[in-house]
């Protein structure tokens, strides 16, 4: 199982979903696969009306949701820190606070305690729908106790990759432990961004500021990826970044009915021979770890999941 591989794993909207699924409720990668396809129809299979403030429903993700973690677990209110007792992957999800979006910090959700500041402790389907609740797609939720909840929308703005929050984590969380492998798993490229010049179609149908998310959201993912990718570039067998170039660019989330493109595309990228070569050697590392690098000498490097050596 992934999650006997990895000491940690974080992730933000989809790849929030499937870090809770590998990590937490211990399914294996065909068993993921095969939960967020049977999520997908029946999340996505029917749209609001429109007018509506999201085109999904949450209460059909909170449902399923709910549904496989009383299956795995025995309780669908089952809370994130009962999810990390007996563990050894530690997981978190990330998701932003509705009303200070612009700080672009992230709030946490973990199946872990930590040393520095708190550890809200929310049910397991009150994370996934946070990490979800993408403009548009779902609505935001709030979270908390009483007159103290707070309101919170999917990590996608500010943190589309979350690998600087796992780096710091990891220094939190394993002080002076060597890091053996880093794996960063994509959700393809997406298509150039570009602004047209004043008085243009485009600015003309959406307001300067939604221009601005869109390409913040697309800087922050690729952008952050390629720094660390040159960062990672002298340390052989460190650094694994796989992510689909081609085919994904008109995927939307809600089509559902378009997974096996996805495979297909998926099974097409690893049979290149950059993706075969680089899936070859990140098998060898993961079966065969070897002490390469330092938690406290990872200041300058960000990375989404990897393996402790032994």
Request: aromatic letters at 12%.
């Amino acid at each position: 199982l992934p999650g006997e591989y990895f000491d940690l794993i974080g992730g933000t909207g989809t790849g929030g979903l499937i870090a809770l699924m590998l990590g937490p409720l211990r399914m294996s990668v065909a068993d993921a696969i095969m939960t967020y396809g049977q999520m997908s129809e029946q999340v996505f299979s029917e749209k609001k009306w429109k007018g509506r403030d999201s085109t999904f429903k949450a209460s059909k993700l909170e449902d399923f949701i709910k549904g496989i973690v009383a299956m795995k677990l025995g309780n669908p209110d089952a809370r994130m820190l009962e999810l990390g007792h007996d563990d050894p992957c530690k997981t978190f999800v990330c998701a932003m606070p509705a009303h200070s979006i612009n700080t672009a910090i992230p709030r946490l959700f973990r199946t872990y305690q930590v040393s520095k500041g708190s550890t809200f402790n929310c049910m397991v389907w009150e994370a996934a729908q946070a990490t979800s609740a993408t403009s548009n797609i779902f609505k935001p939720i709030r979270i908390g106790d009483s007159f103290m909840q707070e309101l919170f929308i999917g990590g996608g703005i500010g943190c589309n990759n979350p690998i600087r929050q796992v780096l710091q984590e990891a220094e939190l969380v394993f002080p002076s432990k060597y890091v053996a492998c880093v794996l960063s798993i994509g959700a393809g490229h997406p298509k150039t961004i570009s602004f047209a010049s004043s008085g243009g179609l485009f600015s003309n149908v959406l307001p300067l500021s939604v221009c601005t998310t869109m390409h913040d959201i697309a800087t922050d993912c690729e952008g952050t990826a390629e720094e660390m990718a040159r960062q990672f570039q002298t340390i052989s067998g460190f650094y694994f970044r796989f992510n689909v170039d081609q085919g994904l660019q008109s995927f939307k989330l809600g089509q559902w009915y378009r997974l096996s493109e996805v495979q297909t595309h998926a099974e097409q990228y690893l049979h290149t021979i950059n993706g075969d070569r680089m899936l070859i050697a990140a098998v060898y590392v993961l079966t065969k770890p070897s002490n390469k690098l330092f938690t406290s000498a990872l200041s300058k490097f960000q990375f989404f999941c990897f393996t402790f050596g032994q």
